[in-house]
């Protein structure tokens, strides 16, 4: 089974501190792993993908991702944070075998970035 | 350039009526998705295709209804049977065959029963 369970519906940063968005996994397969960013009243647009190619995903805007398998987990990061990374992110999966053209999403986390 | 085109942005619908939003492709992607957002929910699949002439139903499947007579058309009608049809509906399109592609999304479409 596949699920994505992301650990925070919102988070509240200072601009210029770090971010963190957590997300755990489950995945009966090895999974492919993405974060999308949504700005109110628009699509996903993907920051960045897990492939199996390397643990440590750089994406766009600055943020990147580590996938610990161990730990079931692909937390999205950035170092400083900016106004405009407020918006929604969702983390999600698809299982490499089996099903693999169905995504898997998490509930969302919003991200609000104080002045 | 490429990407998908969601028609019309908003869409007001009346009680009892059915309503179809478009979403158009030149990607050639094989693989297409809709999509609704409620909030605090994240994406909910209601029906998938993966080839011209095939579709499957997602997990809210019920109330609506789609076609895919096109490879870059796979347009969802909203129907009566829908009870709660006030949302946020998003369509994506893949890659068939290689798992690890990401999938796009339009600029999605808000419809709202009045």
């Known amino acids: 089974a596949q699920s994505v369970t992301q650990l925070d519906s919102h988070v509240s940063v200072s601009e210029g501190t770090p971010v963190l968005l957590r997300c755990n996994y489950s995945s009966s397969y090895s999974p492919s792993l993405f974060w999308y960013v949504q700005h109110p009243n628009k699509g996903l647009q993907l920051l960045l993908k897990y492939t199996s190619a390397a643990t440590l995903v750089k994406g766009i805007n600055g943020f990147e991702a580590e996938f610990k398998k161990s730990e079931t987990s692909f937390h999205l990061t950035k170092p400083s944070a900016h106004m405009s990374d407020a918006a929604e992110y969702f983390c999600v999966v698809t299982p490499l075998r089996n099903n693999f053209n169905k995504f898997y999403f998490g509930s969302g986390t919003k991200l609000n970035v104080k002045p | 350039d490429g990407g998908i085109t969601q028609s019309p942005k908003y869409l007001f619908r009346k009680e009892g009526q059915n309503v179809t939003l478009s979403c158009e492709q030149n990607l050639n992607h094989d693989a297409m998705y809709w999509y609704r957002q409620d909030p605090g929910q994240g994406l909910r699949l209601i029906y998938y295709s993966q080839i011209v002439n095939d579709f499957q139903k997602g997990d809210i499947a019920e109330g609506y209804s789609v076609s895919r007579e096109k490879k870059e058309s796979f347009p969802l009608t909203v129907t009566s049977a829908q009870k709660n049809p006030t949302a946020f509906y998003l369509c994506?399109?893949?890659?068939?065959?290689?798992?690890?592609?990401?999938?796009?999304f339009g600029q999605g479409t808000r419809l709202t029963v009045v």
């Open positions: 994506a399109s893949r890659v068939v065959g290689q798992p690890n592609t990401e999938a796009f």
